[in-house]
């Protein structure tokens, strides 16, 4: 059977190159305009902009530096700022910018860039996993000590894709602690972490620790393409370099929008907290009433649960697409998770329960055809 998550393994170059099978799987079915769309790993918020003057224009003038509002955003100086188009190509700079040629231990389930780029800039990588529970998955400190006494570098996305959940507290300290042990430098990919009011981000913890982010997931701005990674000046500088040779400059276009949305930024993440107190109890009672065990994460637009029994990817392209529901199949992240659906809650209300109902009759189909 055709497997969608990522893989790791020896650097590849041309055919050997892997695909993000999820996107091949998730595209079609996206475009496909299913009425009920329990798909979105993003907030969906209705964006309305002002026309920009000459928006296209060189934007680049005497005092203007690009990183300003990231570096305000986070409270550190503009030279420990770099920034990318999206949080993506963040990835692949900082894997660039950070390496010094080791293994590189990727963390699954994964957001196939994040464990996979690091092959095509010509590294060995090697699968450290979370593990499923009821609440944050956990890790297993014995696999992974094995495998950061062996890597230079560490992929993670601390709010795990799938799940939304991040590492216990106990995790993340033992995480940050082993990795200063083995001088592992930590790419933490932060995308979901705006939603996330206590969140502390992971370049904080040290200079071996880098943080990435974007205006992709939390304020509803994909289109766009920026993101950022925060890190020493020294690994910034190499991000420069890297940048500059691999993508030239910022576009001026991106730039100006970011900064006329710049003072906005509240109203998605406050738009979240909305969306949750609406759509999640939904959600939660409609899974009782299922017999499925789920605990929201207390953070985010998106969770997982394992319906026992279904293989939810059949699911989703059979009754699913008759029914004119999309959600995300387990498979998408990692071996093992054929029977785990990612549902997002980033909808308005009223779409969202008409879709809950919809879920709710695919999956008691689904039970009862087995
Ligand atoms: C963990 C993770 N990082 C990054 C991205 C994409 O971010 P961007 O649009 O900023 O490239 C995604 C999108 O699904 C994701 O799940």
Redesign the pocket.
Known sequence: MEEFHPTAGKPAKGSDIPPVSYLKWYIPRLKEMRPHNLSF?GLQFPWELETIEGIWKEHRGPGVDDREMVSEIYGVEPENVHLCH????AINIAIAAASRGGKVAVEMPS?G??SQSARILGLETIVVRRKPTNTAWIIDREEWEEVLSKVDLLMI?PQL?PVGWSYTKEDRAWIIDKCKKYDVRIIS?E??SGADKDWIPMFREGENCISIS?L??IHGL?QL?Y?WMIASKEIIANAENTFHNMAGIMSSPVIRIANQVKDRLNEPVELIEHYRKMNLPLLQESLDRLGIEWTPPPYGVFGAFKIPGINTMEMIDTIGKEHGLLAVPGSMFDSGLEEWLRVGWSIDPDSFSEAVVVLEQVISQAMNIT
Do not use: E, I, M
Request: proline share 5%; with cysteine.
């Open positions: 790993s999206g949080a993506t190509q957001y860039p994040l996305c894709n990919d995308v979901y974007s992709t997931k994909g393409r993101g």
